[in-house]
């Protein structure tokens, strides 16, 4: 089975920054071989795709919501994935997911492997 791990959240204020990183304990796992991507969860707004990158040529979409205050990366060294937030707005308060997937597109919830949420509150 497929472990990914999101962490890097926590309590900031508006204005602020986080950067969300996720692993993977799985041997043999690479996020090279798959699209990745993050999405959100928050009460009253359900899950909302907030950024994803595809493996083929590296294409990154981001949700009207955060673009330009989001940015998305990948190491493929490190075998990481990441999600730069700047700018954080109290509307960002939610549990942030990352997955991979051999799907595309941010409005998609096909997702082959996701991980346990961090939550990431941002107080006004």
């Known amino acids: 089975e497929v472990q990914l791990q999101a962490s890097g959240g926590g309590l900031v204020q508006a204005g602020g920054s986080l950067r969300l990183s996720c692993a993977t304990s799985?041997?043999?796992?690479?996020?090279?071989?798959?699209?990745i991507g993050w999405f959100r969860q928050s009460p009253g707004k359900g899950r909302e795709g907030v950024s994803c990158m595809r493996s083929r040529d590296g294409r990154i979409s981001y949700a009207d919501s955060v673009k330009g205050r989001f940015t998305i990366s990948h190491n493929n060294d490190k075998n990481m994935v990441y999600l730069q937030m700047n700018n954080l707005k109290p509307e960002d308060t939610a549990l942030y997911y990352c997955?991979?997937?051999?799907?595309?597109?941010?409005?998609?919830?096909?997702?082959?492997?996701w991980g346990q949420g961090t939550l990431v509150t941002v107080s006004s």
């Open positions: 799985t041997s043999g796992f690479n996020f090279a071989d798959y699209n």
């Open positions: 997955y991979a997937s051999t799907g595309w597109g941010l409005s998609r919830t096909d997702y082959n492997y």
